[in-house]
């Protein structure tokens, strides 16, 4: 038992984002203990807010990154900070220097994350400001007190990555294997699956891709932030790191490649222990990556499970049984044999992981990870000036959403008014779903925390108290931020009761406007992303699925270009497979997206679950012969058929993209049926991949000319 509760407790330790709000915890907790022996109650909760924006601002990096970013990020908030305050008491000139600075805080946000970040937390120190402007004992006082709580937090981040380099990697390599893990479970449901099934199961997988690309991008910005020194590069720690992101893109692809139409695989065996038997490796497998990303996670050796080597063993053997008294066609055979033996080489990539958790069986030298190529900084920022940016709109957006928000507080002569340009701060996102997600998730947490904030202010009513529950709300708020935005919002709505009341002692008098002011901010921002240049998903369909089809063409071409080769996971492959597989992430993003619009919005709807399904199941099929492509034998015409296949997925990409439909270049020369299982193979795969390359060439055709006819009656949503 006492093994448990220490697993427990190492896990609760290790999870990221109880470890970014235990900086958080820390910082405050030295405040508070300042506040207890100062007294000064008003500059602790500025120093408290200080920290919050701080950490919200907050960007993984290396050390020397790291310093850099808190240069930025300090200058930033003195600057924003200083603006609101010199301005305060001239509400014209206020109202035009909030839309200018907010304008081009969000555009300087389009340079990248890490800039993109700072800006979000300049505009928040910037509403900070504003709510104690009016008591402000000097021009300097607020601005000083909020960068001075930024610095403390970012010192004691600092000294947090350097006796922890590589805790925030553990933890992003570990999300990726979790990901991979759910993968694979959901794909073991296709053992046995229906025509009906199948598509909703390729749906879901194309659903969990998303978190699966997301998590694998969020691990190699982390490499690349520490792999830019030589002498990062000799780190055994991180070269073992390295190792374990290459190993999962590998397995990626072969979790994601499929070797025949599963929906068919039932009728086609005619034998359940076989399906069973594939559904329990998988489920298996699925199981092992979770325990690899536990062991990377909480820094443990991994122990591979030895039993799945006896469970590919069985299902070998059934197989073979199985077509002795069947005699399979070896059309179905050999992809099985395939199947199983993808699952069997994934088996022994999770297995090698035990070596690369220890530095000394590292192999050297390390792979080339690729890197954004830089770009001059006008440029980028001359590329988001029009309305086709989304980034533009957003900029235009938030300024007009703020500048009202502060016309409505000055009309009405709202005290405690700031908090609806706060609301619009936080709620306001560049896109509608993600605007209606926020809208409702800040309005549920905000009505929770002032429900618990009302018998904590009873109970509470010390300062002592009150300060401890300040410190616990400020740690739960980020604990949740990244995951439960809900009950962040329920957190810090019990922060700012408290705040206020240590202030101005009138936490229960803010209860009302609270609510009120946060209600008004919520209809403010659905406004604008509902009336404003709305991004309506339907008319983004067309150029990402173009965007997915030309990256799979491109994929399929380097997978064809390395067949019989040796197995070399070169930085070009790697970029193309990484490419279709965000193409994916992307359209798949689109549906779920569209699934929130109103729905005289949800246009194309079937339409987008047929291309999301069907374009992630071309990618499976890309995916198998990627897994193998060092096995497969080249086959009579590759070369003509591999033409055919990338110009009708480049035709139907260029359709969708507005140009004009080509002359038809008629059907796929078949591959013709060769002699080994492996050009056997390799033909079945191929024609998969025709079959679906021509469906998705007419739905493209089909989505081309809805596109073209948007005024004409669409297909009822579904």
Request: hydrophobic fraction near 50%.
């Amino acid at each position: 038992m006492p093994v448990e509760y220490s697993g427990l407790l190492r896990r609760l330790l290790t999870d990221s984002h109880v470890y970014f709000a235990l900086k958080v915890l820390i910082a405050m907790v030295g405040l508070l203990a300042t506040a207890l022996g100062t007294g000064d109650i008003q500059l602790t909760v500025l120093l408290s807010l200080g920290v919050v924006a701080g950490a919200i601002a907050e960007t993984d990096d290396s050390l020397w990154g790291r310093v850099k970013n808190l240069a930025m990020t300090l200058v930033c908030f003195l600057f924003a900070s200083l603006c609101v305050q010199y301005l305060f008491p001239t509400p014209w000139l206020f109202a035009l220097g909030l839309a200018s600075s907010t304008f081009l805080f969000v555009m300087v946000g389009a340079l990248g994350q890490r800039y993109a970040t700072i800006s979000f937390g300049s505009l928040l120190v910037a509403i900070y400001t504003m709510l104690g402007a009016a008591k402000a004992p000097d021009l300097f006082y607020q601005p000083l007190a909020l960068g001075a709580g930024a610095l403390w937090y970012g010192l004691v981040s600092l000294l947090w990555l350097w006796l922890l380099p590589y805790k925030t990697l553990h933890e992003q390599l570990a999300q990726s294997y979790f990901a991979l893990s759910r993968y694979l479970e959901e794909k073991s449901r296709f053992f046995p699956a229906d025509e009906h099934g199948a598509q909703a199961i390729r749906h879901n997988l194309a659903q969990l891709n998303i978190n699966l690309v997301g998590s694998l991008n969020l691990a190699k910005t982390a490499l690349n932030a520490r792999l830019h020194s030589q002498r990062a590069q000799a780190a055994p720690e991180l070269a073992g790191l390295l190792r374990l992101y290459l190993l999962a893109l590998e397995i990626q692809e072969r979790a994601t490649s499929s070797h025949y139409p599963y929906s068919r695989l039932e009728a086609d065996l005619k034998q359940g222990r076989v399906i069973a038997g594939f559904q329990e490796v998988l489920q298996q497998l699925a199981q092992a990556c979770r325990q690899l990303g536990y062991a990377i996670l909480v820094h443990e050796p991994y122990h591979h499970p030895k039993r799945i080597r006896w469970a590919l063993e069985a299902l070998e053997d059934q197989l073979e049984f199985t077509h002795l008294k069947q005699h399979y066609p070896q059309s179905l055979l050999t992809p099985m044999k395939f199947l199983r033996r993808n699952l069997a080489s994934i088996n022994g990539l999770l297995a090698s992981a035990e070596e690369l958790q220890n530095p000394a069986t590292v192999p050297m030298p390390l792979p080339p990870l690729a890197r954004p190529a830089p770009r001059p900084l006008l440029a980028l920022l001359r590329q988001h000036l029009s309305l086709d940016s989304m980034v533009f709109r957003h900029a235009l957006r938030l300024s007009l959403g703020l500048v009202v928000g502060y016309g409505i507080l000055q009309t009405f002569e709202l005290d405690k008014g700031y908090w609806i340009l706060l609301t619009v701060l936080f709620v306001c996102q560049p896109s509608y779903s993600a605007t209606r997600r926020r809208l409702m998730q800040r309005m549920l947490g905000t009505f929770i925390g002032l429900l618990i904030g009302v018998p904590v202010l009873w109970l509470l009513p010390s300062l002592h108290g009150q300060l401890v529950v300040m410190g616990l709300a400020a740690f739960l708020f980020f604990t949740q931020v990244r995951s439960n935005y809900s009950a962040a919002v329920c957190f810090i709505t019990l922060y700012v009761l408290m705040a206020f009341n240590l202030l101005d002692g009138i936490g229960f008098a803010i209860l009302g406007p609270r609510l009120l002011d946060t209600l008004l901010g919520c209809l403010l921002s659905y406004a604008l992303v509902a009336w404003l240049w709305p991004d309506w998903q339907y008319k983004r369909l067309p150029q990402l699925i173009a965007n997915s089809l030309s990256a799979n063409a491109r994929y399929l071409s380097a997978v064809l270009a390395s067949l019989h080769l040796r197995r070399d996971e070169s930085l070009a492959y790697r970029i193309a497979r990484k490419e279709a597989h965000l193409a994916d992430s992307e359209l798949a993003m689109a549906w779920q997206s569209m699934l929130v619009e109103p729905s005289k919005r949800r246009r194309f709807l079937d339409l987008c679950f047929t291309l999301t399904w069907r374009n992630h199941a071309l990618l499976s099929y890309i995916s198998a012969l990627g897994a193998h492509r060092d096995q497969l034998e080249p086959i009579t015409g590759l070369a003509q058929i591999s033409r055919h296949l990338s110009h009708t997925l480049t035709q139907a990409a260029g359709q969708l993209a507005g140009e004009a439909p080509q002359e038809e270049q008629g059907p796929c020369p078949l591959p013709a049926p060769d002699s080994t299982e492996e050009q056997l193979m390799l033909s079945q795969q191929l024609t998969l991949i025709s079959q679906l390359a021509d469906e998705l060439l007419a739905l493209a055709n089909q989505s081309r000319l809805l596109t073209a006819t948007q005024g004409a009656t669409m297909p009822t949503p579904s």
